[in-house]
């Protein structure tokens, strides 16, 4: 089949960086460059200071420092690049759709679109073209009439290769996948993407399929892996009222090899950019073929997630003698999880969000997240003007600082370090009764119940 020399990544985001530098450090013999129109962003990852790169993932910046300059690129001369590589990856987003037909369902394709056309204008010879970004089912086709109706005598072919890297073990998922997975029609263009990844993913790993199957598969294993969250937090609210422990009910199914101990871990609710959008495109693709009973199905994954974080800020404010007006709360963890900067779908911003229309003061702590995110992520809401957020909402760099004199302190994200903290400090500092809503499960809540916190966990009741 054809070596690819040289790749192209559209799209230099959570997925195309992580993804791009790892596949250029293993395999050095390819030039691997990853374009964006976002000036500012392939600034950050040419920054001299590999800290800087806009992506924080735990192991990235090694990997970066590594490849960077020898055959890993990030440049904004999108044509060039187009003009350069055999196989062009498309790693743009595909949000879901804000105005219009499947407006709040839907995934937004104008990008990918966009994409197709820019590819199909600059492209003198024949193109692997692969689809790196989530899409529904069926988009490949689109992608293939719009790239086989130039007329310039080009021939490209289209593969689907979802990735399913999670953020914060973005490194670690690329260098040891569960699986690669190829859907196409074309054999040998199959061929030339599998032996990219056979440089360091054992053929067994690598799977291949009709290019339908591959989309599809993106799309049902995020489903699969919100839904097995919304159970598990549908759970944490019955037991919450019988006095089981969640935790406990988790470690006693997760033993059953058939349900397997992974994503069982109840939350204030999952966040992210993939679940929700993922979940809701799916929903609308099943509406759309008149699937009435499927579409309802998966959308109540979602509902049960909304739901969570609402009961999640309503306990807060009912525990607080029902009211939190002018109260400082204190944030710990802003990022949707763990070791990310990202904040998109957070649970944190709709918890925050309910808190502040009832006019709480919230002061937020997060290791990762900037204080610039944070009001951004606020802002995009549109529940009050932009000087009311700021108002409201402050920013710290000390956990320290968020908790002082604070009625309660809630936990959002689940960082290593806020089990760590002196938590005989913070009670001294907070005003009394002091309390904790554990989000996260995270803290130790004997341990802070004897030093006097009233601490609420999420999915253990009393
Ligand atoms: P992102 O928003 O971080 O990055 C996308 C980038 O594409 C942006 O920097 C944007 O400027 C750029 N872009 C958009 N249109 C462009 C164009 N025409 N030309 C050049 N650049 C353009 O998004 P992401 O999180 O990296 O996600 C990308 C895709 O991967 C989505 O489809 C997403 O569903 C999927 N995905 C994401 C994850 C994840 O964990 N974030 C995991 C698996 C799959
Ligand atoms: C997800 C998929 O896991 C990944 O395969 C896909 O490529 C992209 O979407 P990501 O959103 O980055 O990855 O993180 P993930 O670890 O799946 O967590 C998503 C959300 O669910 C987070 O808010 C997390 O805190 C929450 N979660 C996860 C739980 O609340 N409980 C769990 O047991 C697991």
Not at 6 to 29: H, R
Request: net charge negative; aromatic share 8%; glycine share 6%.
């Amino acid at each position: 089949s054809k070596k690819i020399t040289k790749i192209c990544c559209i799209g230099a985001g959570y997925v195309g960086g992580p993804t791009m530098a790892v596949i250029a450090q293993k395999c050095p013999d390819i030039k691997v460059t990853v374009v964006d129109i976002n000036s500012r962003r392939i600034a950050a990852w040419n920054d001299e200071d590999v800290d800087k790169i806009p992506v924080y993932e735990p192991g990235l910046s090694e990997v970066v420092a590594e490849a960077r300059g020898r055959n890993l690129f990030f440049s904004t001369e999108v044509d060039k690049a187009i003009d350069e590589a055999e196989m062009i990856f498309i790693s743009v987003n595909t949000p879901t759709k804000t105005y219009g037909k499947g407006k709040g369902m839907a995934a937004d394709l104008k990008y990918i679109e966009l994409c197709a056309r820019q590819i199909a204008r600059v492209a003198k010879d024949d193109k692997i073209v692969v689809e790196k970004s989530t899409l529904p089912v069926r988009t490949a086709g689109a992608l293939k009439s719009i790239l086989q109706n130039t007329g310039n005598g080009v021939r490209f072919d289209i593969l689907s290769n979802p990735e399913f890297l999670a953020e914060g073990t973005a490194v670690q998922d690329l260098l040891a996948p569960d699986r690669v997975l190829i859907g196409g029609d074309s054999e040998e263009s199959i061929r030339a993407l599998a032996d990219v990844y056979a440089n360091w993913v054992p053929e067994k790993n690598i799977l291949t399929t009709n290019v339908w199957s591959s989309e599809l598969s993106k799309l049902t294993a995020n489903a699969f892996l919100a839904q097995r969250v919304s159970s598990i937090n549908a759970l944490s609210e019955l037991c919450e009222k019988t006095g089981a422990d969640v935790n406990e009910v988790a470690r006693a199914i997760g033993t059953d090899s058939r349900i397997g101990p992974k994503f069982l871990k109840a939350s204030v609710g999952f966040g992210g950019s993939c679940f929700q959008k993922d979940i809701l495109n799916l929903v609308y693709i099943a509406k759309s073929y008149g699937l009435n009973e499927v579409a309802d199905y998966w959308e109540q994954v979602v509902l049960m997630n909304d739901h969570q974080k609402h009961r999640f800020a309503d306990n807060i404010i009912t525990t607080l003698y029902n009211t939190v007006s002018g109260k400082k709360i204190a944030f710990l963890g802003w990022a949707f999880k763990k070791d990310t900067n990202d904040t998109r779908e957070s649970a944190a911003i709709h918890v925050a969000d309910y808190l502040l229309n009832e006019q709480a003061e919230i002061v937020v702590y997060d290791p990762k997240v900037t204080e610039e995110q944070i009001y951004a992520d606020l802002d995009y809401l549109n529940t009050r003007d932009e000087k009311e957020n700021r108002k409201l909402v402050t920013v710290v760099n000390d956990p320290y600082k968020a908790m002082k004199e604070a009625h309660a302190v809630a936990v959002l994200t689940e960082w290593d370090e806020f089990r760590a903290y002196d938590w005989q400090r913070v009670y001294d500092t907070m005003l009394k009764p002091s309390f904790v809503f554990d989000g996260r499960a995270v803290l130790d809540r004997e341990q802070l119940t004897d030093m006097g916190f009233e601490v609420y966990t999420i999915g253990v009741g009393r």
